[in-house]
């Protein structure tokens, strides 16, 4: 496990915040990231200048069993409150445990972890299904950082489930009103603000200057965000995962999160790889994969436009 020749370890279990049992992936050129088993939350992950890209609110409790407000909360079985149980399901306010014996699966990189949550009896009163969710979370040698979930029905009764889901990633952007999204133009999407009513996204990159709580539905495999002020580019490339939720509180909003500080929403977004419009549906020993990869690139923001060359150079 011991990365090149330094003493750095590629994936280290330590305690976190309020004592809260944490791991530490780090690869070689210097990138990291971190992971806490509550809610298989990650927490931070930085590039090789040791830059954070992860937004993480300076008010994020750590504090079970409220969910962690900032980094990749895992939403699962539900999505926001598209169900009848809890805002965004209660993957996020579990605890997770490391998998020491997780079925192949490849990854090339040598700092990751596998975590696995399994339901409580407790949780099955709420949701009455098995299953076997299996999260790894990986950073690849140029400092990408890659998300699979693994769904399996363990149903002994025979009974199928449905769920959606969504890596609710929080990006940390230095002024939202200098953000673009590119990929969602033109696209079909249902709005929050408006009780989840259907309309058509215009055909411009999306710009921010108010509260935004979206839910686009087929979405292409890439999504850029380009921070100008920053000269940064996240790149989102998913798999089975065909929506996307955009979301900034903005300023009232913000007043009324306790985990929120007022002026924060300038400083974030995100951008949540999702699948919302039409959920999962598993039969016993089915298994569904979700995957995230996301990459920080130095942006070419010339002219409003994107450079292609620069994000296929990182593709
Ligand atoms: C977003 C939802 O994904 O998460 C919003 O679309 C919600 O409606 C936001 O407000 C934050 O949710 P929570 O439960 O973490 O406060």
């Not at 965004?88 to 020491?100: E, K, L, M, P, V």
């Not at 200057?209 to 790149?235: C, N, Q």
Request: aromatic share 10%; proline share 6%; glycine share 8%.
């Amino acid at each position: 496990m011991a990365a090149s020749g330094s003493e750095r370890v590629a994936v280290e279990k330590c305690k976190g915040i309020n004592g809260l049992d944490k791991v530490v992936l780090r690869e070689p050129r210097g990138s990291t990231a971190e992971v806490y088993l509550y809610g298989a939350h990650v927490t931070s992950w930085k590039n090789d200048h040791g830059e954070e890209l992860l937004f993480v609110s300076s008010k994020a409790m750590f504090k079970p069993p409220k969910a962690i407000r900032g980094g990749i909360p895992v939403c699962f079985p539900q999505f926001g409150s598209h169900g009848s149980l809890e805002q965004h399901g209660f993957a996020r306010n579990r605890f997770w445990s490391i998998d020491t014996d997780p079925p192949p699966f490849p990854t090339n990189s040598k700092s990751f972890i596998d975590l696995i949550l399994k339901p409580s009896e407790e949780d099955m009163q709420k949701w009455p299904h098995s299953y076997e969710f299996r999260l790894r979370v990986a950073l690849g040698t140029g400092g990408d950082l890659m998300l699979t979930s693994r769904i399996r029905n363990t149903n002994a009764d025979g009974k199928p489930f449905t769920f959606t889901f969504a890596y609710h990633t929080y990006f940390s952007v230095s002024d939202i009103s200098e953000v673009r999204v590119e990929g969602l133009e033109t696209l079909d999407y249902l709005d929050n603000l408006q009780n989840k009513e259907r309309s058509t996204e215009q055909g411009d990159a999306l710009t921010f200057e108010s509260e935004v709580d979206k839910i686009y539905l087929g979405t292409p495999t890439k999504i850029a965000i380009l921070d100008h002020e920053k000269k940064r580019t996240f790149v989102l490339r998913k798999d089975g995962l065909p929506d996307a939720v955009v979301w900034n509180p903005w300023d009232k909003k913000a007043k009324t999160m306790a985990d929120f500080g007022d002026d924060e929403y300038k400083h974030m977004l995100c951008v949540e790889a999702a699948v919302v419009g039409k959920p999962i549906t598993l039969k016993p020993g089915e298994e569904w994969k979700g995957r995230l990869e996301l990459s920080a690139v130095p942006s070419s923001y010339c002219s409003g436009q994107l450079d292609p060359q620069k994000v296929l150079q990182n593709s």
